[in-house]
């Protein structure tokens, strides 16, 4: 069972930067491709970010430029740093894990949110 720990949301002004940090539990981390999501106000849940457990990365188009995905292993984090951060930004931000099983079989996992809010 892996538990995903979301902190670092907040309010901030339009143009400022935010550092979420998603803490794992458990010892499989590494082996995890890990990504980041968010849900704003009325609107479905998207994919914003992914790593792989290899290190490769993968942004949505609405973030591409401003937000960047990393991992430390050694730490069993994973962060997003978020800059040039616009009103549109502003949702519940949610780490989630998938871990291969079997060749056909994955576990996905979930954080419980942080809110960011942009104000303009």
């Known amino acids: 069972q892996v538990q995903l720990v979301e902190s670092g949301g907040g309010l901030v002004q339009a143009g400022g930067s935010l550092r979420l940090s998603c803490v794992a539990s458990?010892?499989?981390?590494?082996?995890?491709?890990m990504a980041w999501y968010r849900r704003a106000p009325g609107k479905q849940r998207e994919l914003v970010a992914q790593i792989s457990f290899g290190g490769g990365t993968n942004y949505e188009d609405p973030v591409k430029g401003r937000f960047t995905i990393s991992r430390d292993n050694a730490k069993n984090t994973v962060y997003l740093q978020m800059n040039s951060l616009k009103p549109e930004d502003t949702a519940v931000y949610y780490c989630n894990a998938v871990i291969k099983v079997t060749t056909f079989t994955v576990n996905n996992y979930w954080g419980q949110g942080t809110q960011v809010t942009v104000s303009s």
């Open positions: 458990g010892s499989i981390f590494s082996s995890a491709d």
